[in-house]
Antibody, heavy 119, light 110 residues
């Protein structure tokens, strides 16, 4: 069955950097678009970034553009989010999700990894 | 402030039918399909409905989705205590060129 497992979350100071990872299993990873969606404590869902499988196109929410970089390693079936210049408002659970572009839907989600930005 | 609006809360008694609305505009719901997610307390979101009214495999037929113009709805019939969760709608926004989520609706089963 499809599984997505995130790792790498933790506590980081404002202005710092962190890389979170997502390891996939149960499907042909290279065939699918992948995304990160975040959820601040007690708040709703916010799309962060997506990586197209077909043309390697990546796009980002305005709130993270220029600070976050999305990458993937198909051989390792992994998705990465490099987060730089972190701010307190980036504090959230970061979910890795498989993205079906034609429906603009996230059909499978990982359990999430918590990133806390605080001094 | 999300470009797609949901009521913050909804409630119902066991066995009842409840609906949750999702209101947008011509740049999002008016042109694109709507998806619905369920987030049980302390867990990750789970896709329930995609493409306005298509249930993901394994989702009970008590859950149904619909869309009309710039609004969509999720209906839950035969409400059960385990349906108590947060529900989110999402769609693509052509102006923002990204997926947008509604603010979420907390469903309470009384």
């Amino acid at each position: 069955q499809v599984q997505l497992v995130e790792s790498g979350g933790g506590l980081v100071k404002p202005g710092g950097s962190l890389r979170v990872s997502c390891t996939a299993s149960g499907f042909i990873f290279s065939d699918y678009d992948m995304s990160w969606v975040r959820q601040a404590p007690g708040k709703g869902l916010e799309w962060v970034s997506s990586f197209s499988s077909s043309d390697s196109y990546t796009n980002y929410a305005d709130s993270v553009k220029g600070r976050f970089t999305l990458s993937r390693d198909n051989a390792q079936k992994s998705l990465f989010l490099q987060m730089n210049s972190l701010r307190a408002e980036d504090t959230a659970v970061y979910y890795c999700a498989r993205f079906i572009y034609s429906y603009a839907t996230f059909d499978f989600w990982g359990q999430g990894t918590l990133v806390t930005v605080s001094s | 402030q999300s470009v797609v609006t949901q009521p913050p809360s909804a409630s119902g008694t066991p066995g009842q039918r409840v609906t949750i609305s999702c209101s947008g505009s011509n740049s999002n719901i008016g042109r694109n399909s709507v998806n619905w997610y369920q987030q049980l307390p302390g867990t990750a979101p789970k896709l329930l409905i995609y493409s306005n009214n298509q249930r993901l495999s394994g989702v009970p037929d008590r859950f149904s989705g619909s869309k009309s113009d710039t609004s969509a709805s999720l209906a839950i019939s035969g409400l059960q205590s385990e349906d108590e969760a947060d529900y989110y709608c999402s769609t693509w926004d052509d102006s923002l060129n990204e997926v947008v989520f509604g603010g979420g609706t907390k469903l309470t089963v009384l």
